[in-house]
Nanobody, 126 residues
Framework: QVQLVESGGGLVQPGGSLRLSCVVS????????IGWFRQLPGKEREEISC????????TYADSVKGRFTISRDDAKNTAYLQMNSLEPEDTGVYYC???????????????????WGQGTQVTVSS
């Protein structure tokens, strides 16, 4: 079945950077939009960024705009999230996901029953 595997999380000091990776198996990533989500302690999971397929627009939540950059390498079936200027408020579990249906982020609508990774912990602390 389709698998998404995140990596790259860890402990970083405030102001530091991390790069998350999401490797997709058994699904041609180049055909679909893919998103990064996070769940902060005590909060619901939220979408923070989406990368459209086929050169379409990327989107960002206001909370990460200007600090995080999403990218994708369809030849490697992998998506990335470069996170700079990390803050303690960014601490949480980060997930990648795709609905395996939509090309553009404007139509992106990932639900719990769609394709999710297992999550990777990001901790920002001094």
């Amino acid at each position: 079945q389709v698998q998404l595997v995140e990596s790259g999380g860890g402990l970083v000091q405030p102001g530091g950077s991390l790069r998350l990776s999401c490797v997709v198996s058994r699904l041609t990533l180049g055909r679909y939009a893919i998103g990064w989500f996070r769940q902060l302690p005590g909060k619901e999971r939220e979408e923070i960024s989406c990368a459209s397929a086929r050169g379409g627009m990327n989107t960002y939540a206001d909370s990460v705009k200007g600090r995080f950059t999403i990218s994708r390498d369809d030849a490697k079936n992998t998506a990335y999230l470069q996170m700079n200027s990390l803050e303690p408020e960014d601490t949480g579990v980060y997930y990648c996901a795709t609905d395996g249906i939509h090309v553009d982020c404007s139509d992106f609508d990932v639900r719990p029953q769609d394709y999710w990774g297992q999550g990777t912990q990001v901790t920002v602390s001094s």
